[in-house]
């Protein structure tokens, strides 16, 4: 006679996770809320994800595998299993031993899964039990081998959380106090906002989900998932997040923006936030503005030498205009910047028109757009042109007539720095003629676009020359290297305690594309992206790819690194 399987509210009891009330309860909140008792436990607070899972474990007769444990992940074979099915159904492969898959699986209960896997693989599966965030964890931070791990220990700490259950009914009848320093949420809200700081993260993602709150971190440019925080806690961390940065807490149905200014480490730093309602509540992200960030040099930004000779001669004109394109996120503001910093002379009048002000600079006449009282873009740069400065940095050409206003002022003595949102230098002249602007203003008035991406730089005290086996043919060939070229000279990542993915920081690689005067041509005959390419090409500008290769070959960073950024926007061949 089989033998009967312990209930899971019975196995959490015996274990003491909780006790026999509280099971009660969250098998009633399970009940109420279609959520299986685990679900319901986490979603309420009574027991954590980890506890789950290892409960789940023992009522199937499973093994629990942690991720977090000191040399897990090491275990993954990835390798051993398809990509998309790993993204997919949520598995880990720890790689295949008599014919069968050991897999990790979050949800025992899923037959459907199991039977699924067993006929796509024509094996049999030996499935173990993982925790669905350390899972998820991997699978988006790129495992031991990709983007840096996220850190085992949980914010929500087991002081804070008691002191929240003291503070709140689980029912949730009573709020949690959002404004007193005191309080556990201003707690914890806190120590995100320095732990994210001191993680070099450039933006925090504070996302709602059905079961939980996702915390998340950008960090060099790739999200890792920090936390899951509860779900009882969503209204109180976000109230906490929205109080802070100046918004109103009570609506909930219309995008918000707003600010946050916050000493951490004896720095003051801002975070710019954002809200937009979503379908489980409201998504925030705050992006971290470090005031040392658009200060780091001209030569610190990943010039190659005679790209920086060039940079330094166009942003030295009398006039013109000087695009810096790419997608958001790509550092085009850090890049303007830090051309103003070097610019910024008492000789010199320097104004800008930004949405938002980002950084602040001293000596720099700068101007916020506000668009509900008028100030716009076109308002502030006709302003400016009375002002009689020698340069002007507009944030972004968004529309014909900024873009007209703009090219007036540079064929009247101005110099203008500006951003575009186009995949490669050349498609800057045709995204200003499509946007309206006649093509002769397009092609005596541009001096030069430069596109850039940010890449990941190899951490030093880590990183190992590549062998034969570590290199891929397939990035060696999008970034035109043969392998006989690359032996010796091109590093792999290793991960270590400081840079968690092999890699710490990040570099530019970038495509300078000067004007002349067949170009210019091209340019007011309305010639397509293809044919404005190949004559930069022939004029000497040197494609995203091939400044990467040269950092590869220099050991800055890696084939796959260069690839990701240049080959997905088209910057390549």
């Known amino acids: 006679m089989a033998r009967m399987r312990k209930k899971l509210g019975q196995i959490l009891v015996g274990s003491s996770v909780m006790n026999a009330e509280q099971a009660d309860r969250a098998l009633k909140h399970g009940k109420a809320t279609g959520k299986r008792i685990g679900e319901a436990a986490i979603e309420l607070g009574l027991a954590t994800e980890k506890q789950i899972a290892k409960a789940l474990a023992e009522q199937y007769g499973l093994e629990y595998f942690d991720l ?18 790993i993204k997919k159904f949520l598995v880990l492969p720890l790689g295949k031993s008599g014919g069968k898959m050991q897999l990790l699986i979050h949800d025992p209960m899923d037959l459907e899964l199991l039977d699924n896997l067993r006929f796509r693989l024509n094996m049999e599966i030996e499935p173990r039990i993982a925790p669905k965030s350390q899972i998820r964890g991997f699978i988006e931070g790129g495992g031991s081998a990709g983007g840096p791990r996220q850190p085992t220990e949980s914010l929500v700490t087991d002081s804070i959380d008691r002191t929240i259950d003291r503070s709140v009914d689980r029912s949730m009848d009573r709020s949690i106090d959002v404004s007193s320093e005191d309080s556990p949420v201003v707690k914890l809200c806190n120590r995100i906002l320095e732990e994210a700081l001191r993680m070099r993260t450039s933006d925090i993602h504070i996302e709602p989900m059905g079961d939980r709150v996702r915390l998340r971190y950008r960090i060099d440019g790739v999200c ?84 920086l000779e060039t940079f330094n001669r166009i942003i030295r004109r009398p006039n013109g205009i000087f695009l810096v394109t790419g997608p958001t996120g790509s550092g085009k503001t850090t890049t303007l910047y830090s051309a103003l910093d070097v610019l910024n002379r008492p000789d010199r009048k320097i104004i800008t028109a930004e949405d938002p002000v980002e950084y602040n600079f001293e000596g720099i006449n700068q101007c916020q757009v506000r668009e509900s009282i008028g100030l716009t873009f076109p308002a502030i740069l006709r302003s400016m042109l009375r002002q009689a400065p020698n340069i002007i940095l507009v944030g972004e050409i968004r529309d014909r007539e900024v873009g007209e206003i703009a090219i007036q002022a540079a064929l009247t003595g101005h110099l203008v720095f500006s951003t575009l949102h186009t995949n490669d230098a050349p498609s800057a002249i045709t995204r200003l003629i499509d946007m309206g602007i006649k093509p002769f203003l397009v092609a005596s008035s541009i001096q030069a676009v430069m596109a850039q991406r940010l890449i990941r730089v190899l951490y030093d005290g880590s990183k190992q020359l590549a062998s034969e086996e570590d290199l891929d043919p397939k990035y060696l060939s999008l970034i035109d290297l043969k392998l006989k070229d690359a032996l010796g000279k091109v590093y792999k990542p290793v991960p270590c305690d400081a840079a968690p993915g092999g890699y710490k920081g990040r570099k530019g690689i970038y495509e300078m594309m000067i004007m002349n005067s067949e170009l210019r041509e091209l340019a007011f005959k309305l010639a397509p992206v293809a044919e404005l390419r190949r004559a930069a090409l022939a004029s000497g500008m040197r494609p995203l790819h091939a400044d990467g290769r040269i950092k590869v070959l220099n050991g800055v960073t890696t084939p796959e690194e260069i690839a990701r950024v240049s080959q997905a926007d088209g910057g390549g061949h």
């Open 68 to 85: 977090d444990a000191p040399g897990a992940r090491d275990k993954i074979d990835q390798s051993a299993l398809d990509a998309n099915i």
């Open 224 to 307: 890792i998932e920090r936390d899951n925080l509860p779900k009882r806690m969503q209204n109180s961390v976000l109230s906490r997040i929205k109080l802070m940065a100046g918004m109103n807490i009570a609506e909930k149905r219309i995008p918000q923006d707003g600010r946050i200014k916050l000493p951490i480490d004896g720095v003051q730093i801002d975070f710019r936030v954002s809200a937009c309602p979503a379908y489980h509540g409201e998504s925030v992200v705050l992006r971290i503005l470090r005031p040392d960030a658009v200060r780091i040099g001209l030569e610190n930004l990943g010039f190659e030498p005679d790209n």
